[in-house]
């Protein structure tokens, strides 16, 4: 096996995929820093990437920052700490399991947890058409 065989932990891409990994458990699911890396600067970056992450969602579902009023931002932190954004889910995904979330806990406030799709694309038109 030569150093650069997979597998090989001596494998210099492999050494850098786990770094990043390390790096990404810190900055979205409230890992240790990884060695090297300044931890007050890792929570500051943490901190502005779980405020897009909550902006994204209260533009895709904006039921429910509307119905959670103040108490969306707490919430969505409490949520976002406990289901870190997995590989592979979508960003309207993650809105509606935030919202399957707040159903689950008790947390919900006049919203329905899943939008129908149809409702998602009569939304606009129903706004044009009460102007």
């Known amino acids: ?52 992450r909550r902006g994204i969602v209260a533009r895709l579902r904006p039921d429910v920052p509307a119905a959670l009023g103040e108490s969306f931002g707490p919430l969505f932190d409490e949520y976002a700490a406990e289901n870190p954004r997995a590989e592979g889910v979508r960003a309207r995904q993650d809105a509606d399991m935030f919202a399957d979330w707040l159903v689950a806990h008790g947390k919900h406030a006049g919203f329905s947890p899943r939008r129908k799709p149809l409702s998602r694309l009569l939304s606009p038109l129903r706004r044009i058409a009460s102007r």
């Open 1 to 52: 096996m030569t150093p650069e065989s997979p597998g090989n932990p001596g494998n210099p891409r492999e050494r850098l995929a786990a770094r990043q990994a390390e790096l990404l458990r810190a900055l979205l699911a409230g890992g240790p820093p990884p060695p090297g890396f300044d931890s007050a600067r890792l929570a500051v970056e943490s901190t502005v990437l779980r405020a897009k």
